[in-house]
Nanobody, 123 residues
Framework: QVQLVESGGGLVQPGGSLRLSCAASKSIFVNNAMGWYRQAPGKQRELVASISSGSITTNYATSVKGRFTISRDNSKNTLFLQMNSLKPEDTAVYYC????????????????WGQGTQVTVSS
């Protein structure tokens, strides 16, 4: 069964931190590069961070580099995103999925996606 379940979002003040989690089914997670995407209101869904299957390689969009850290636990089919120094422009719904495009590139929302987790950065 294909499954992606994101969690950990919420309301945070500028400069704050959040840690997102994604529980994925084996068919999506195992041996695949994974990524975190985000979609702000009125904008396309964009890949902001990716990680190779063995965690050797990570890539970040310019907008989040130095503030976000992606990681994975292959024993639990779980993906993480540690977000620090959050800014109002990070406000979006965050989704996990296979890394289907290069970081910084937008992707269609068609196909299978989880429900996402809302991150709101506001004072």
């Amino acid at each position: 069964q294909v499954q992606l379940v994101e969690s950990g979002g919420g309301l945070v003040q500028p400069g704050g931190s959040l840690r997102l989690s994604c529980a994925a089914s084996k068919s999506i997670f195992v041996n695949n590069a994974m990524g975190w995407y985000r979609q702000a209101p009125g904008k396309q869904r964009e890949l902001v961070a990716s990680i190779s299957s063995g965690s050797i390689t990570t890539n970040y969009a310019t907008s989040v580099k130095g503030r976000f850290t992606i990681s994975r636990d292959n024993s639990k089919n779980t993906l993480f995103l540690q977000m620090n120094s959050l800014k109002p422009e990070d406000t979006a719904v965050y989704y996990c999925n296979r890394a289907l495009v290069p970081v910084g590139v937008s992707i269609s929302s068609s196909g299978y996606w989880g429900q996402g987790t809302q991150v709101t950065v506001s004072s």
